[in-house]
């Protein structure tokens, strides 16, 4: 099996700064693009950045300038640097992967989500 862990998730001010984790463990053998999505209460789950196995990286307008995506693929972790946050980043933050399994099966994972909530 095949797991998404997030941690970093919290409580900031408008303005503050949080990272996010997540490490994918299991029966792994290789791992292709990684995310971070969210999704705000009342609302649809929303691409927030992904990268690349080769660390090309996207990001949703929201966000850009503002969050940097990064991943350590010896520790098959990917993170989520938020800077200068605004009350309108408050959402439940999931991981997201592209993983083969040691059986060469490819399959998207998903974490359980970290929740951040950017308020004074």
């Known amino acids: 099996q095949v797991q998404l862990v997030e941690s970093g998730g919290g409580l900031v001010q408008p303005g503050g700064s949080l990272r996010l984790s997540c490490a994918a463990s299991g029966r792994i053998f290789s791992i292709n693009d990684m995310g971070w999505y969210r999704q705000a209460s009342g609302k649809e789950r929303e691409l927030v950045a992904t990268?690349?196995?080769?660390?090309?990286?996207n990001y949703a307008d929201s966000v850009k300038g503002r969050f940097a995506i990064s991943r350590d693929n010896t520790r098959n972790t990917v993170y989520l640097q938020m800077n200068s946050l605004k009350p309108e980043d408050t959402a439940v933050y999931f991981c997201?992967?592209?993983?083969?399994?040691?059986?060469?099966?490819?399959?998207?994972?998903w974490g359980k989500g970290t929740p951040v909530t950017v308020s004074s």
């Open positions: 997201n992967a592209d993983i083969y399994d040691i059986f060469v099966v490819r399959q998207t994972y």
């Open positions: 990268i690349t196995r080769a660390s090309s990286t």
